[in-house]
């Protein structure tokens, strides 16, 4: 059930998303009651990436309905340098936002990290509750900030009983810690969340559904099925980190709000974004990388990378000792792994590659594919929802033998590859770390009741961005 999103396919959502906009635009207005805990930020995230795709087909009473709502909220609170400010010049208390990790490694302790630390930097009280697994850094204080605070907590493995002692020290860390609002990171976090919160509003991001593991047997994916919807009825805001994510969290049966942030890193802010000289002939390099678990079907990766063989050198960065079917395969193409690595050494191996090939079946939306991105590493990519919007049409392939050729074309054809670099260097500005936090920040504020707008910093980050003009971005509302 996995469901892709790009702008062609977009068109098929704008009139019940668009025609729900102006109904809560009209509530708005004419004062009609609505849910307290629901802001207008989360109004104007995707119906108003709708109006944008669909060129002006709204009529101009809708258009003149969303422009007084945005008007009356702007009205009401502005920013200040550490906080939100009210008319009257004092500055409100900076909120404390709890996040919620189960898994604490690799990706998600990478995106958990980046977002908590830049909205230390804004001035929220921020800490991070994690389960303690076998991809958990050992010494996580040494990679995180010392403004987060740091709580473990007893999630070692996902037996029964430990989930149970999970849920009985994340109930008891809600009431001591009293967050204000509560971001649960992953399905699990967002699960023991819901129960645990107690009037707290919470934020899920789900990082990738359950449902959409194809690895998984079916009876199973219906329960993560279900068990989402569940979720998705009790939280205060799915907040999607992808389009596509949040389509598949519109579907679900009791969603309430979705509003779409979308992943980002440090690497690709503003002031770090870099280029770098096309390789040489005889430096053509061909990498996949990560464990070689079934979401990154390595078998698949032994396959196009040994078909690539002879157009340049191919090796997998990251584990693949362990005794998987996944390592074995790539072992058993000849395909040269090189072991589990740092996150530093496995970017700098990452950086000395020409082209990335991230042939995932399932997405929330990859740190590794933006981190090659921001390396200036080609990416090939399987044609899923989130790498699409992510890289476009010309750079994911809906199969093996499609990827293979044009791997094989990129290696041989120089210019093709300074013209797939010059695509990802337009897109690639748009998934900085910190555009992702401050829009973070937006709508944690506008849940507490403290901020109003959604898109005004998006429209202002438009308006400072160096060049002015762009030719895409994954918010239309942004335009």
Same mark, same amino acid.
């Given at each position: 059930?996995?469901?892709g999103?790009?702008r062609r396919?977009?068109?098929?959502?704008?009139?019940t998303?668009c025609?729900m906009?102006?109904?809560r635009?009209? *509530?708005?207005i004419?004062?009609?009651?609505r849910?307290?805990?629901?802001?207008?930020?989360?109004?104007d995230?995707?119906?108003?990436?709708?109006r *944008?795709?669909?060129a002006?087909?709204?009529?101009?009473?809708t258009?003149e309905?969303h422009?007084?709502? $945005?008007?009356?909220?702007?009205s009401?609170?502005?920013h200040?340098p550490?906080g939100?400010?009210?008319l009257?010049?004092?500055e409100?208390?900076a909120?404390?936002?709890?996040?919620?990790a189960?898994?604490?490694?690799?990706?998600?302790?990478?995106?958990?990290?980046?977002?908590?630390?830049g909205?230390?930097?804004?001035?929220f009280?921020?800490g991070?509750a994690?389960?303690?697994?076998p991809?958990?850094p050992?010494?996580?204080?040494?990679s995180?900030?010392?403004s987060?605070?740091?709580?473990?907590?007893?999630?070692?493995?996902?037996?029964i009983s430990?989930?149970?002692?999970a849920?009985?020290?994340?109930r008891?860390l809600?009431?001591?810690?009293?967050?204000d609002?509560?971001? $649960?990171?992953s399905?699990f976090?967002?699960?023991?969340?819901?129960?645990a919160a107690?009037?707290?509003p919470t934020?899920?991001?789900?990082?990738a559904?359950a449902?959409t593991?194809?690895?998984?047997?079916?009876?199973k994916?219906w329960?993560?099925?279900?068990t989402e919807?569940?979720v998705?009825g009790?939280?205060d805001?799915?907040?999607?980190?992808?389009?596509?994510e949040?389509?598949?969290?519109?579907s679900?049966p009791?969603?309430?709000?979705?509003a779409?942030?979308?992943?980002?890193i440090?690497?690709l802010?503003?002031?770090?974004?870099r280029?770098?000289?096309s390789?040489s002939?005889?430096?053509?390099?061909?990498?996949?990388?990560g464990?070689p678990?079934p979401?990154?079907?390595?078998e698949?990766?032994?396959?196009?990378?040994?078909a690539?063989?002879?157009?340049?050198?191919?090796?997998w960065l990251g584990?693949?000792?362990?005794?998987?079917?996944?390592?074995?395969a790539?072992?058993g193409?000849?395909?040269?792994?090189t072991?589990?690595?740092?996150?530093?050494?496995?970017?700098?191996a990452l950086?000395e590659?020409?082209?990335y090939?991230?042939w995932?079946?399932?997405?929330?939306?990859?740190?590794?594919?933006?981190?090659?991105?921001?390396?200036?590493?080609i990416?090939?990519?399987?044609?899923?929802?989130?790498?699409?919007?992510v890289?476009?049409p010309d *750079?994911?392939?809906?199969s093996?033998?499609?990827?293979?050729n044009?791997i094989?074309?990129?290696?041989?054809?120089?210019?093709?590859?300074?013209r797939f670099?010059?695509?990802?260097?337009?897109?690639?500005?748009?998934?900085g770390?910190?555009?992702?936090?401050?829009?973070?920040?937006?709508?944690?504020e506008?849940?507490?009741?403290?901020q109003?707008?959604?898109?005004?910093?998006?429209?202002?980050?438009?308006?400072?961005h160096?060049?002015?003009?762009?030719?895409?971005?994954p918010?239309?509302s942004c335009?």
């Amino acid at each position: 059930m996995t469901i892709g999103v790009c702008r062609r396919e977009m068109t098929n959502i704008v009139p019940t998303t668009c025609s729900m906009w102006q109904r809560r635009c009209q *509530q708005q207005i004419v004062g009609r009651p609505r849910r307290p805990r629901l802001g207008m930020l989360i109004d104007d995230t995707s119906p108003h990436n709708c109006r *944008q795709m669909i060129a002006g087909s709204m009529g101009n009473g809708t258009r003149e309905l969303h422009r007084r709502a $945005l008007i009356t909220n702007r009205s009401r609170v502005r920013h200040g340098p550490h906080g939100v400010v009210n008319l009257d010049g004092r500055e409100a208390e900076a909120p404390r936002v709890l996040f919620v990790a189960e898994a604490f490694g690799g990706g998600m302790f990478e995106i958990t990290r980046m977002q908590a630390e830049g909205l230390a930097r804004l001035g929220f009280g921020v800490g991070i509750a994690y389960g303690q697994r076998p991809e958990t850094p050992g010494d996580i204080r040494a990679s995180v900030d010392e403004s987060d605070e740091l709580i473990p907590l007893p999630w070692t493995d996902r037996s029964i009983s430990t989930q149970i002692r999970a849920q009985r020290s994340l109930r008891r860390l809600v009431r001591d810690w009293r967050p204000d609002l509560l971001h $649960l990171m992953s399905s699990f976090a967002g699960l023991h969340g819901v129960f645990a919160a107690n009037g707290t509003p919470t934020v899920y991001t789900p990082q990738a559904y359950a449902f959409t593991m194809m690895c998984e047997r079916a009876a199973k994916r219906w329960i993560y099925l279900i068990t989402e919807s569940f979720v998705a009825g009790s939280v205060d805001l799915i907040g999607a980190c992808s389009l596509s994510e949040g389509e598949q969290a519109r579907s679900l049966p009791g969603s309430t709000a979705v509003a779409v942030v979308p992943n980002g890193i440090d690497e690709l802010s503003r002031h770090r974004l870099r280029s770098r000289a096309s390789a040489s002939r005889e430096d053509l390099t061909v990498v996949a990388m990560g464990r070689p678990l079934p979401q990154r079907q390595p078998e698949a990766c032994a396959r196009i990378l040994s078909a690539v063989g002879e157009h340049g050198q191919v090796r997998w960065l990251g584990g693949g000792w362990d005794d998987t079917p996944g390592a074995r395969a790539l072992i058993g193409a000849g395909i040269p792994v090189t072991g589990w690595m740092r996150r530093e050494m496995a970017l700098k191996a990452l950086s000395e590659s020409t082209i990335y090939l991230h042939w995932t079946a399932w997405d929330g939306l990859s740190l590794s594919l933006l981190e090659a991105m921001a390396l200036d590493v080609i990416v090939v990519a399987s044609d899923i929802g989130p790498n699409r919007e992510v890289l476009g049409p010309d *750079q994911v392939c809906p199969s093996e033998q499609e990827a293979t050729n044009l791997i094989r074309a990129l290696l041989d054809d120089a210019e093709l590859r300074e013209r797939f670099l010059e695509n990802q260097r337009d897109r690639r500005r748009w998934y900085g770390a910190d555009a992702m936090v401050h829009r973070w920040a937006n709508i944690y504020e506008s849940l507490l009741g403290r901020q109003a707008c959604a898109c005004a910093l998006a429209r202002a980050e438009q308006r400072d961005h160096e060049g002015g003009a762009h030719r895409w971005c994954p918010l239309p509302s942004c335009a």
